[in-house]
T-cell receptor
Framework: AQTVTQSQPEMSVQEAETVTLSCTYD???????LFWYKQPPSRQMILVIR??????QNATENRFSVNFQKAAKSFSLKISDSQLGDTAMYFC????????????FGTGTRLQVTL | DTGVSQDPRHKITKRGQNVTFRCDPI?????LYWYRQTLGQGPEFLTY????????KSRLLSDRFSAERPKGSFSTLEIQRTEQGDSAMYLC????????????FGPGTRLLVL
């Protein structure tokens, strides 16, 4: 079974600074996708970024980028120029094997962006 | 392109009552997933549909839970004889099957069982 581990329950960063959220996972698959989702307080889960495992280039979406280390099974999220609106729970997610792509989520990291 | 919608957004019920939630996926998406999220945790998979077929159910889904997607469009999740342990956020997500399948989530239904 897939496992996803987020070892940082809470983090804080000042506005305009950079923060990195960590995620490790376990799989025997060689080709897969990984996802970071953001869940603001009392708001819905939204996709932040997606990484394809067979691509060596790290995914980037504006201020959000990943550091994907396939051999280490590590998938960290870097947020540059943090904004107050980045305050949220961040979940790393990994799909299952076979025909289903049900997601296994980590326990999340609560990020607080401060002035 | 309207996103995934869920109804109701909040539900308070007494233990032993039945509740039903609805999810309307993004229109061209053939897959629909249900997850449950308890406070401070990540969502956990419950079940999923491809078109109208329910293809997988989690062991978390006791026989008090039933889900349908009769015409391959909207889905309902019913909980019979609710228990206090059913209190959670119930999330629906939809996707288009294929390589790089990406799920898009609805706002969720928050259930409180008294």
């Amino acid at each position: 079974a897939q496992t996803v581990t987020q070892s940082q329950p809470e983090m804080s960063v000042q506005e305009a600074e950079t923060v990195t959220l960590s995620c490790t996972y376990d799989t025997s698959e060689s080709n897969y996708y990984l996802f970071w989702y953001k869940q603001p307080p009392s708001r819905q889960m939204i996709l932040v970024i997606r990484q394809e495992a067979y691509k060596q280039q790290n995914a980037t979406e504006n201020r959000f980028s990943v550091n994907f280390q396939k051999a280490a099974k590590s998938f960290s999220l870097k947020i540059s120029d943090s904004q107050l609106g980045d305050t949220a729970m961040y979940f790393c997610a990994f799909p299952g094997t076979g025909t289903a792509s049900k997601l296994t989520f980590g326990t999340g990291t609560r990020l607080q962006v401060t002035l | 392109d309207t996103g995934v919608s869920q109804d109701p957004r909040h539900k308070i019920t007494k233990r032993g009552q039945n509740v039903t939630f609805r999810c309307d996926p993004i229109s061209e998406h053939n897959r629909l997933y249900w997850y449950r999220q308890t406070l401070g945790q990540g969502p956990e998979f419950l079940t999923y549909f491809q078109n109208e077929a329910q293809l997988e159910k989690s062991r978390l889904l006791s026989d008090r839970f039933s889900a349908e997607r009769p015409k391959g469009s909207f889905s309902t999740l019913e909980i019979q004889r609710t228990e206090q342990g059913d209190s959670a956020m119930y999330l629906c997500a939809s996707s288009r099957s294929g390589a790089g399948e990406t799920q898009y989530f609805g706002p969720g239904t928050r259930l409180l069982v008294l």
